[in-house]
């Protein structure tokens, strides 16, 4: 009894006190398993208010050959208060591809926005809306590979961190089932540090074959050589 004591009023105090170890701001990777896809995703938040919260999610496949372009899921929840939302891959808004989407009645509408060649597939499976928030999930191809400010070829690592830059409106978009509708200006961006590890898939070419997306490259990861 004695004992038991002491050791709560031990614990008590360890909980009290600061902790001694550094804090650390590095992105940890968060593996979101999404039931109706099969995907797993990195998952990584992006405040659009105070409040509000616009959640990117990112697959891969498994195994990407260095050098290799690769394609990706993305799954996006944003909430009803927003009009739009982006997601500027290469961390900044000129000269990388911006992945815009809307909501359009049930199914959001994607687009892209800056960069030739970024292409979009809808999955069967994880496009809605319901009474709080609307959700997209797109294949994309060219998202991860592009022609940047530099002139010269960037590749995102499929396993490493990368720098995002994101923006949102809360102005809705007028023609929202058209992917070349005018889009009011963003009232915030920012950034973040999105851990690809988290999102690896070693069946990649199968899931979205499930969920009614062929792999063109035809090979088990969907990649293709660049060069
Ligand atoms: C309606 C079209 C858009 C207009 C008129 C617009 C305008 C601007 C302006 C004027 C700035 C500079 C702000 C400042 O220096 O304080 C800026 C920055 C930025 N915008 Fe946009 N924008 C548009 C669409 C987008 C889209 C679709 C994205 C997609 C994510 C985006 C992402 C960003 C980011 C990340 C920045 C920060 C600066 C940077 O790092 O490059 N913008 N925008």
């Known amino acids: 009894m004695r004992v038991t004591y002491s050791l709560a009023a031990l614990a008590g105090v360890t909980l009290g006190r600061p902790s001694p170890e550094p804090r650390s701001l590095a992105p940890r990777a968060v593996a979101y398993v999404d039931s109706e896809t099969g995907f797993t995703f990195a998952e990584t938040k992006a ?5 509000n919260n616009i959640v990117y999610r990112i697959a891969v496949p498994a195994n990407v050959p260095a ?11 944003a909430p009803n208060s927003l009009g739009w939302v982006g997601l500027a891959w290469g961390g900044s808004m000129i000269k990388n591809p911006l992945t815009v989407a809307y909501p359009n009645g049930q199914k959001p509408t994607v687009s892209s926005r800056w960069a030739t060649g970024a292409t979009y597939t809808a999955l069967t499976a994880g ?3 319901n009474g709080t928030h609307w959700q997209y999930t797109v294949k994309c191809t060219g998202c991860t590979t592009y022609t940047g400010s530099s002139g ?8 490493g961190t990368t720098r995002f830059g994101y923006a949102c409106a809360s102005g809705k978009v007028s023609n929202p089932s058209s992917t070349t509708a005018t889009i009011p200006t963003h ?6 540090s999105h851990d690809f590890s988290a999102g690896q898939n070693a069946n990649f070419a199968a899931l979205l074959l499930k969920n ?3 792999d063109e490259s035809g090979s088990a990861n969907a990649t293709q050589a660049f060069e």
């Open 127 to 129: 496009n809605k809306s």
């Open 152 to 159: 010269g070829i960037t590749r995102i690592s499929p396993t």
């Open 212 to 214: 009614g997306v062929t």
């Open 187 to 192: 009232d915030v961006y920012n950034y973040v």
């Open 67 to 77: 050098n290799s372009n690769y394609d990706v899921v993305i799954q996006v929840v």
């Open 47 to 51: 405040a659009a208010t105070l409040s």
